[in-house]
């Protein structure tokens, strides 16, 4: 851990310190939501520590609550993190042997980000670790903070916790919207899912929303 800190300078740590507790305060209101949505606490504490996924966790929880199957919302949170493949073999040498498994767990959107925007080997690989860790302590910290805060406060609603699920996926999504087809695709799927939602359970509409992929297979 010291290798890693000595690595980077003192910069890189703040925006990294930053982001982590940015990413920790997002995790107090996925456990405010999932506890005042009648899940257990234990329920968000251990999805974080064992699938650390903020969106997917969101997808999931929203899903469920607003009463589609498990099965559809683990399909959908699947779907959400597919985007960890790519991300996996751009930072595969930041990975390594050894520290592939622990790696891939601890892997975000932020972290990848920060290590692919490091010039030399060593930096990305401090950068990585560095934020990985952080982001997983906050995170973790701040879900178990929310998921107690959640059971007193009840309606979570009532503070607008609600909206911190679709900021989360407009965050990701709106950098991919730069790109034209992209922005006709999603388009498309978006008009799918807001047809389907009158017909079927919760869930299924975003499923269906892939549909909007066919936009780009047809202009290929």
């Keep these: 851990m010291r290798t890693i800190y000595r690595t980077l300078d003192r910069r890189l740590l703040r925006d990294v310190a930053l982001v982590a507790l940015a990413d ?15 899940f ?3 329920l968000p504490v251990v999805m974080s520590l064992v699938v650390f996924a903020g969106a997917a966790q969101f997808l999931f929880v929203g899903l469920v609550a607003a ?13 959400v993190n597919s985007r960890h493949l790519p991300f996996g073999m751009a930072v595969s040498d930041v990975l390594g042997r050894r520290g592939r498994i622990l790696g891939s767990h ?18 990305r690989r401090a950068a990585y670790w560095a934020c990985g860790i952080g982001i997983f302590v906050c995170w973790n910290v701040g879900v178990l903070a929310g998921a107690f805060a959640g059971t007193v406060i009840g309606d979570t609603d009532a503070f607008g916790l609600d909206a911190a699920f679709p900021a989360v996926l407009l965050a990701l999504v709106l950098p991919s919207l ?24 919760a869930g299924l509409p ?4 892939l549909a909007g992929v066919l936009v780009l297979v047809v202009r290929r």
Excluded: C
């Design 24 to 38: 920790g305060v997002v995790g107090i209101s996925y456990g405010a939501i999932s506890t005042g949505s009648g």
């Design 40 to 42: 257990g606490a234990w």
């Design 67 to 79: 009463g589609g199957s498990p099965f559809a919302a683990a399909v959908a949170g699947l779907l």
């Design 106 to 123: 601890l892997m975000t959107d932020e972290n990848v980000a920060f290590a692919l925007a490091q010039e030399d080997a060593a930096r």
């Design 178 to 201: 730069k790109d034209r087809d992209t922005r006709h695709a999603a388009v498309a799927g978006g008009v799918v899912a807001l047809a389907a939602t009158p017909f079927l359970p």
């Design 206 to 209: 975003v499923l269906l929303a």
